[in-house]
């Protein structure tokens, strides 16, 4: 068995993840804001 095989993949997911991790902090002010805006489109505010 190769151990660079085995290994090599973890490394990857690991590189990966913390990129992902990045990325969403990144995008968390729109996640948010996106959040915001299908709450208002779901209950939208009485009309004065």
């Known amino acids: ?3 660079n095989n085995f290994t090599h993949p973890y490394v990857n ?3 990966l ?6 990325a969403v902090h ?7 804001a996106g ?3 299908i709450q ?3 209950h939208p505010a ?3």
């Open 1 to 3: 068995m190769d151990t």
């Open 13 to 15: 997911i690991k590189a």
């Open 17 to 22: 993840s913390e990129q992902i991790n990045t």
């Open 26 to 32: 990144q995008l968390e002010p729109y996640l948010e």
């Open 35 to 37: 959040m915001r805006a």
């Open 40 to 42: 208002l489109c779901e």
């Open 46 to 48: 009485s009309p004065v």
